[in-house]
């Protein structure tokens, strides 16, 4: 019998991110698709824009068992690091993550950022 496949996430990190740091700790993360209205987040937690008091005071989140979730963002996923190390591939650490939970919500067109700055969807094509 063929063994079942889970869902994973890829991501690339940076190596010396407090994201990385913390998601090394903990092997557990909430990742969420933002949407227009989260340009702002996403900025300050690029470090690009200020966010006196750290980013987490930009927005209202709700605790999960994987971390932190925006209450406006409409679904989510946790995810728990694979076992092993990650690997470097160029500059960042190819991070790989099993979906262990998923919620869905709301289905917003999602905030893209390309070529420095962020489009619509409708923008893009």
Known sequence: MAKKKLPKVLALLDADSDLWDALAESRQAAVQVLGWQ????????????????????????????????????????????????????????????????VEVGADPPPLLHRRGRYARLDETT
Do not use: Y
């Open 38 to 101: 989260h340009r702002r987040l996403a900025d300050a937690f690029a470090g690009q824009s200020p966010a006196p008091g750290g980013p987490f005071r930009l927005a209202e989140w709700t605790d999960t068992p994987w971390g932190p979730v925006l209450t406006d963002a409409g679904a989510w996923a946790g995810v728990r690091l694979v076992d092993g190390e990650p690997r470097q591939v160029g500059w960042a650490l190819a991070v790989e993550a099993v979906v262990e939970r």
